[in-house]
């Protein structure tokens, strides 16, 4: 069974910052590219980032460009959400995701809230 848990969200004030992780079990970690999605109330899935399999290829959304980094870590099976200069639009649960591009997140998501 395929099992995605997400954590280490929280609440930041604007310009702090946060680290995501994903634990990722069920499957070959290390042979999938991994995503970051994320979703504001109210509002669909929104892609952030993606990483290949081995951490080569690296893309991100332009909305978190140059703030937010993503990594892995194979040997953990753990995927990273570095997340930095946070702002107010950065507020929604994140959830991690097998595939590259992906919107499909499969586990139960972490809460950030960006607020003064």
């Known amino acids: 069974e395929v099992q995605l848990v997400e954590s280490g969200g929280g609440l930041v004030q604007p310009g702090g910052s946060l680290r995501l992780s994903c634990a990722a079990s069920g499957f070959t970690f290390s042979r999938k590219p991994m995503s970051w999605v994320r979703q504001a109330l109210g509002k669909g899935p929104e892609w952030v980032s993606s990483i290949n399999h081995e951490g080569g290829s690296i893309t991100y959304a332009d909305s978190v460009k140059g703030r937010f980094t993503i990594s892995r870590d194979n040997a953990k099976d753990t995927l990273y959400l570095q997340m930095n200069n946070l702002k107010l639009e950065d507020t929604a649960v994140y959830y991690c995701?097998?595939?590259?591009?992906?919107?499909?997140?499969g586990g139960q998501g972490t809460q950030v809230t960006v607020s003064s």
């Open positions: 995701a097998k595939g590259w591009g992906s919107t499909a997140g």
